[in-house]
């Protein structure tokens, strides 16, 4: 969204193209992973595609596993294909792509583990022409970050030269940022040995979507929305994300992260903030940020002694979806039998701000939900003086009669619900929606949030990328819930069913406020 | 497609069968066909339908073939771009004949393809009428409040009746490239985006086909394989057009247009623009006290005529970048390469080539403000042909 920091070229200027990126090598550190074959390297290939990469690139892979440069571009091209089907895989812009492609094999946890990576980039850098531009991709667990951090530095990769803009360094961390404050601080504070904060790029892959960019153009760029955003019109905010699917063979991670960290901490956090924000005076990334941080900072920090009324947590037991039998959490694979990670959360938040005092947040994410939806809805209060006697034809008016909801996936759209007179001789009223769904307007391709993110650091431009303040502002939040949970392990775990809505303490939550969760 | 008998029922119409209407009638039966297919779809008689529409497209045309060619395209552009689309037949030296037809063009979506798109697509064929007769059936059947594009896809000859369906329009396309030497054409395409209505503005499919040239160019400047310093260094360019012996006199629309982006881009002022007595033509402009020389040629090739077969520039220290088309494993390319300083030749990632009209189309609604390059481009042109003019 902020301008390439690269200097204007007259002939590219104002055409629908992009502004030339930088030249710069991408190292991608964890190649041989899950996250590299299904998003990272069909998210390059579709930029490539598209004309999006610099003309001076290339990529580097490297992990563990022993494989030449050939079996590495024969594993990727398998992987866009297999996990990219929707992007057209044609040999020869294959070919070409292929012909930037490395890879070496390097144990990180080994003292001369990057030794030669920097030699090879000095060689890449006269192939190629990436004038010494690199960004390091880490696709790692988590826990090899600091070591990965100190080696680039001890190998000279990260270095800056005094007064010089470039070559420069750029480092796309992965989440989980840290288990909690103090470890996320402590990554931080590694990261920073070596790394500015503007070349650090912390990738929350929901900011990339495409309907979540539109939260900020649906409020800033239409006039209508904004005086109605905000405590005076918006009776109480909700916010879902519902999977359908379970652990997915990821049990092990999951076992140590639960939903709060999975989800809440990054991505629900992050578009709570993109729907709460003040309007930023620019779309520059900084001025986005600052704003986005201004409201994590203004939440209300949970009151421990009343938690259960702010917060519920819950695990899946068996049951069914989609008409299938489905195992519970404690019976998935890397799972402990008597588990206590949560795969449901709900909480009750409130910004202590000007515009949000006392407007309820209600966020709730969870696994093996009843239905696969990720929105936002913003309920308006009633009219304030009631003509119209509202018994109307479902069980909505609970929730009172306006609602804006913001659908993140699937059926991107926005649908926007209010009341209408049935025809008929008798005032009879009714919910109607009004909808717009991406998938019918734009008949086009959105680009996946990789594309779009990847593309992003090889701009330099950091507006879609989580910022430390914001991090910490999160987990200074969400921290405390953490280590409460922690010490009061819940022992009605499983407490709600595969295919459910959550556990029942989920809907009294809201119950004791007199509103209801949205039927969807 | 061919015209059905009259009170079609809706699941003639949805299959895209034309549907006959009375001009004054359109909406009517239109309200009438849904009305019957959201009942079929109560019944279950029809797969669930959802009539989408995010702008209003008016193709105009006087071709013979407008029916069955200018259908097609739509065919293929609203299942990407839903919208109402009319297509308005002018032919006003038939004998007099006005009537109208109506479908809907329809793809399924959804998880398991079991919900409908349908745009539906209104046909008025105006023949032996004067210019107000078409204009009155068009402007009523336009959706309020979406935005409306008038794609002329139709020569100069019928301009006269462009007025009247501009007023209802906020943006208009053009394509040069039908008359592909017809400067002229160019000419008034240029007054036309000069348009003294702000709320109107004008396009040419021609310069879009020319973005992937543009696109190529300046890359070629991006560090790699030329610095950005290269692009003040030009002092000759060489546009090549598709074109026969016999057309040898003719400067086409599409080099011009090409020509003329690269000097308002660059800043160049034109002080002469001359045919040569070999055919070929010369522009000349001066640039922070230099000269720079843009020839245009043609050569035989087998690309329609007047398209732009290469451009090559040559700098300051007689370093040489050609951007020139080619066709790679049944693809259209454009390709951009240089003489590195030791010889080696630099090429550049090839630029895929768009040319279908409605792909072209399809680009165009998706932009929603006046296009400034564009609109400096045509105003370069205009300045060009008028000296070319003042030459004669
Ligand atoms: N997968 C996703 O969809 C996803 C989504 C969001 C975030 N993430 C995050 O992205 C990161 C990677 O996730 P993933 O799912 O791709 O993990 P993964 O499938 O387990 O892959 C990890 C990669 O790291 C390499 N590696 C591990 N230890 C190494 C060492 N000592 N030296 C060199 N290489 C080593 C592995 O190499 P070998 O296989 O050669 O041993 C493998 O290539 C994690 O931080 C995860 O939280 C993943």
């Known amino acids: ?520 | 497609m061919t015209p059905s008998a009259q009170k079609t029922d809706s699941k003639s119409f949805l299959s895209g069968r034309l549907t006959q209407v009375d001009p004054d009638g359109i909406e009517r039966e239109l309200r009438r066909l849904w009305a019957q297919a959201a009942d079929g779809v109560a019944a279950g008689t029809h797969p669930d339908v959802v009539r989408a529409c995010s702008f209003n497209l008016v193709l105009f045309s006087g071709d013979e073939d407008a029916e069955s060619k200018c259908g097609e395209i739509l065919s293929e552009i609203v299942s990407h771009h839903p919208c109402r689309s009319i297509l308005a037949i002018y032919r006003p030296e038939k004998p007099s004949h006005l009537e109208a037809w109506v479908s809907a063009a329809c793809h399924l979506t959804g998880a398991a393809l079991m919900k409908q798109i349908c745009c539906e697509q209104i046909t008025v064929v105006s023949e032996g009428q004067g210019s107000s007769a078409l204009p009155s059936v068009v402007a009523p059947l336009l959706i309020r409040d979406l935005p409306v594009f008038l794609w002329w896809r139709a020569n100069q000859s019928h301009f006269q009746i462009m007025e009247k369906l501009l007023c209802c329009c906020r943006r208009l396309i053009i394509d040069s490239g039908r008359e592909p030497f017809n400067l002229p054409f160019l000419m008034q395409a240029a007054e036309l985006t000069a348009l003294p209505r702000k709320d109107v503005f004008a396009s040419d499919l021609n310069w879009r086909r020319l973005l992937s040239w543009c696109q190529s160019l300046g890359n070629a400047f991006d560090g790699f394989p030329l610095s950005l310093d290269y692009l003040f260094t030009v002092r000759q360019v060489k546009i090549l057009h598709s074109g026969q012996v016999a057309d040898r006199q003719e400067i086409s629309c599409q080099s011009l247009l090409l020509a003329s982006w690269m000097a308002a881009r660059l800043g160049w002022q034109p002080t002469s623009f001359l045919r040569n007595p070999d055919g070929t033509a010369t522009a000349a402009f001066s640039y922070q006290g230099s000269t720079v020389q843009i020839h245009f040629a043609p050569k035989a090739d087998s690309l329609p005529a007047g398209s732009v077969v290469s451009l090559t520039c040559t700098f300051l220290d007689e370093r040489h970048l050609e951007v020139s088309y080619q066709l790679r494993q049944g693809s259209e390319y454009i390709v951009a390469a240089t003489d590195s300083p030791d010889g080696r030749a630099e090429e550049l990632e090839p630029t895929a080539l768009t040319v279908s009209e409605s792909d072209l189309i399809g680009q165009e609604v998706e932009v929603i403000c006046r296009d400034a390059v564009y609109e400096a481009t045509m105003n370069m042109v205009y300045r060009l042909i008028d000296m070319l003019s003042m030459e004669k």
């Open chain 1, 1 to 520: 969204m902020s301008q390439s920091p690269v200097m204007v070229n007259p002939l590219k200027e104002g055409l629908k193209i992009e502004q030339a990126s930088e030249p710069c090598a991408m190292v991608v550190l964890g190649a041989h992973g899950d996250l590299t074959k299904r998003k990272l390297v069909p998210a390059l290939f579709a930029l490539h595609q598209q004309g999006l990469l610099p003309p001076g690139f290339c990529i580097v892979g490297m992990s563990r596993t022993k494989m030449s440069d050939d079996e590495f571009r024969q594993s990727m091209a398998r992987s866009i294909q297999q996990f990219a089907p929707e992007i057209p895989f044609d040999q020869s812009t294959w070919e070409r792509f292929a012909a930037f492609l490395y890879y070496l094999p390097s144990n990180f946890g080994k003292e001369e583990g990057l030794f030669d990576l920097a030699k090879l980039l000095k060689e890449l850098e006269q192939r190629h022409g990436t004038r010494g531009n690199n960004i390091f991709y880490m696709a790692t667990p988590p826990s090899l970050y600091g070591q990965i951090v100190d080696r680039l530095a001890e190998s000279g990769l990260t270095q800056m030269h005094p007064g010089l803009k470039a070559p420069w360094p750029r480092i796309i961390v992965e989440k989980p940022f840290g288990r909690d404050l103090s470890s996320a601080r402590e990554l931080d504070l590694h990261i920073h040995n070596s790394f500015e904060e503007e070349q650090v790029y912390r990738i929350d892959h929901y900011l990339g979507k495409e309907t979540v960019q539109n939260i900020m153009v649906l409020r800033f760029a239409n006039g209508i929305f904004e005086p109605l955003w905000n405590r005076q019109h918006v009776d109480h905010v909700q916010i879902t994300n519902a999977e359908t699917i379970g652990v997915e063979g990821r049990g092990g991670y999951y076992e140590e992260a639960g939903n709060m960290r999975d989800m809440i901490q990054n991505h629900m956090l992050q578009l709570l903030s993109l729907v709460a924000m003040e309007p930023p005076i620019s779309l520059d990334a900084e001025a986005t940020r600052d704003e986005k941080t201004k409201v994590l900072k203004s939440m209300r920090p949970f009151d421990l002694k009343s938690l259960k009324k702010f917060a519920v947590r819950g695990q899946y037991g068996q049951g069914f979806i989609a008409g299938q039998p489905v195992p519970g959490y404690r019976q998935e694979e890397s799972v402990s039998g008597e588990s206590k990670t949560e795969t449901f959360t709900a909480l009750k938040l409130f910004i202590d701000n000007w515009r949000w005092a006392d407007v309820p947040f209600y966020v709730r994410s969870g696994k093996r939900l009843g239905r696969a939806i990720t929105e936002v809805a913003i309920h308006f209060k009633r009219a304030p003086h009631r003509l119209f006697s509202l018994d109307a034809d479902d069980g909505g008016q609970a929730l009172g009669p306006n609602a804006l909801v913001l659908q993140i996936q699937p059926d991107e759209g926005i649908c926007l619900k209010f009341a209408t007179k049935q025809p008929g001789p008798t005032t009879q009223l009714r919910w109607l929606s009004m909808d717009f769904k991406y998938g019918t307007a734009f008949g086009v391709r959105s680009p996946s949030a990789y594309e779009r993110l990847v593309h992003d650091c090889i701009q330099g431009d950091a507006t879609l990328f989580a910022r430390t303040d914001a991090v910490d502002a999160s987990w200074s939040l969400i921290s405390p819930i953490l280590q409460e949970w922690a010490q009061t392990p819940c022992n009605q775990f499983p407490n709600y069913a595969a295919g459910s809505w959550g556990p029942a303490e989920s809907d009294e939550m809201l119950l004791a406020d007199g509103r209801a969760w949205r039927i969807i």
